[in-house]
């Protein structure tokens, strides 16, 4: 009866476990398993293939050894000869296994303790998995759960199910919390450490309020408003593009509410935090004057190669685009993904005037002509003297007063002072000892070799030895200014992509990489078609 009870009681243990720590039942009993084959190799030898199994039922113990069947025996505590096990089976053949009924072992007071620590140990590890997997696939949901305690800043929170943690920088400034608050919060991550499943919140990340708009407006949850866009300021004001997918219902109306009650909503949650609701647009020029809101704009010039947009507006309205300490065009650019440049009308037409100023003297001194012609040149929209000398000749003859003779004398002179300007930036290259190769390289053109050659670069090894950012420069960040760091193209109006080719191209000519295959493959074909030919 004793025997009996005690296999009654393991098993209410491995229930009472499984429901405490909310794991399945065979894991329980796979851990006490675990346990009891441990203690009988501790009994039997360390390297005994040992296995125990218990009953789902009745909880019986039963412990089995496990033998190879071999040619030629190297561990006798594992390992059985053919001829040894054919007279057990005549049957038996190389590979096979046999097993042994052993005898219970039982328990010191050191077994029980090692057999406690391993069940320990596999519970823990199967608490950890459960944990994990019930939050790996909630990443992105707004989680609820109780303030547990606070360190050093950061909040632990009780899910119930498992902790989880809000870093100091993921908390919205200035808000307290006590142990035994609510307190909801954005799934952001979670990842799976040594010392267990890792849960990250944030009450700052974008998507906390976007999630926060999918609970309060049906119409996002089901997916008839759609939201593009999310830039915060935690704590100060935030900016969101939505989109209606139905030309009935007013997106912004919809999200904002009945006397806003939906917006106060997430306002209160978000402590406060002034939320603009911007109507999206696939028109770029549109969406980003939407953005600005609630700064009028009068014009905007956009420079998609660089992805940046200037912005002009009246200069009443200057201090209400930028905002308190650039909060506002700071927003609407992490809004839109385009880097914005505000200017006033005066100083917009101040830069125009310079502009035009500076191009009228280029003209006037390159092709030798007087004030008049320069100026007339550069109102009708030429800016380089690269497009006066290659451009159509019908172009240059519709300018009102230019007869055939006129044009051609331009475009002559212009040519004229281009190839002197080639002939003096070649000689300066040369003064400044970069190689005739350096110049072979696609892409690169004289102006280029003589910025290298003033920056030591002189080889296409030097060339091939540089980075993109070397070329065109960077953007460095210190709190809340960003400063600007010039490249050696800074000055020649080459972009990140252009640069970028040279360098890759120069290391190809080095020979540190390969040409890509489809450059081969194009380069076989054209030898093929010019052998045919």
């Not at 926060?212 to 830039?231: N, R, T």
């Not at 806003?260 to 999206?280: H, K, M, N, T, Y």
């Not at 003297?361 to 040149?377: I, K, N, R, W, Y």
């Not at 050659?453 to 993109?468: F, I, Q, R």
């Amino acid at each position: 009866m004793s025997v009996s009870a005690n296999r009654l009681e393991l098993l209410q243990i491995a229930d009472a476990v499984a429901r405490e720590k909310s794991i399945d039942r065979e894991i329980v009993l796979g851990a006490m398993e675990d346990a009891y084959a441990k203690i009988a190799r501790s009994r039997y030898g360390s390297e005994t293939d040992i296995r125990a199994e218990i009953h789902p039922k009745t909880g019986e113990v039963r412990l089995t050894r496990v033998m190879h069947v071999v040619d030629v025996v190297e561990n006798e505590s594992r390992e059985i000869d053919l001829a040894e096990a054919k007279k057990k089976n005549p049957a038996s053949q190389v590979g096979d296994t046999f097993t042994d009924t052993l005898p219970p072992v039982e328990f010191g007071r050191m077994a029980a303790q090692s057999a406690k620590q391993v069940i320990t140990q596999k519970v823990r590890e199967a608490e950890r998995d459960r944990q994990y997997d019930e939050f790996k696939d909630r990443v992105g949901d707004i989680i609820n759960g109780v303030v547990k305690r606070v360190e050093y800043g950061n909040v632990i929170v009780d899910l119930g199910k498992g902790e989880a943690v809000i870093r100091r920088d993921e908390l919205i400034p200035r808000e307290v919390f006590r142990p035994g608050d609510r307190i909801r919060s954005y799934l952001f991550d979670v990842r799976r450490e040594t010392r267990g499943p890792q849960i990250f919140l944030s009450r700052t990340h974008p998507m906390f309020m976007a999630k926060l708009f999918m609970q309060e407006v049906p119409e996002i949850y089901d997916g008839v408003i759609e939201i593009k866009a999310v830039a915060r300021d935690p704590g100060s004001r935030a900016k969101i593009a939505v989109i209606s997918r139905d030309s009935s219902i007013d997106p912004v109306g919809a999200c904002v509410g009945m006397r806003g009650s939906r917006v106060q909503a997430v306002v209160q949650e978000l402590q406060g935090e002034r939320v603009d609701i911007i109507p999206w647009s696939d028109n770029v020029a549109t969406f980003i004057v939407n953005a600005l809101q609630p700064a009028e704009v009068a014009k905007v010039v956009l420079d998609e190669e660089s992805e940046r947009i200037e912005v002009v507006v009246p200069d009443d309205q200057l201090s209400l685009a930028i905002g308190r300490r650039g909060q506002n065009v700071r927003l609407a650019s992490q809004l839109t993904g385009w880097n914005i440049d505000i200017l006033t009308e005066a100083e917009e037409s101040e830069r125009r005037q310079k502009e035009f100023a500076e191009r009228s003297v280029l003209f006037c001194q390159a092709l030798d002509v007087d004030e008049m012609v320069g100026q007339l040149l550069a109102s009708e929209g030429f800016a380089t003297i690269e497009e006066i000398a290659y451009v159509d000749r019908a172009d240059v003859l519709s300018i009102e007063g230019f007869d055939e003779d006129t044009a051609d004398e331009l475009q002559n002179r212009a040519r004229t002072y281009l190839e002197r300007i080639e002939g003096e930036r070649q000689a300066r290259r040369k003064e400044l000892g970069v190689e005739d190769a350096v110049g072979e390289i696609p892409g690169v053109t004289s102006a280029m070799m003589v910025a290298l050659g003033e920056n030591d670069v002189k080889t296409v090894e030097d060339l091939a030895g540089c980075a993109t950012d070397d070329l065109v420069g960077w953007t460095e960040k210190k709190g809340n200014e960003i400063t600007r760091v010039p490249g050696y193209f800074t000055d020649l109006d080459v972009n990140r992509d252009e640069a970028e080719a040279i360098v890759m191209a120069a290391r190809v000519a080095a020979g540190w990489v390969e040409a890509a295959a489809e450059e081969e493959e194009a380069s076989d074909e054209a030898d093929e078609e010019s052998s045919e030919g």
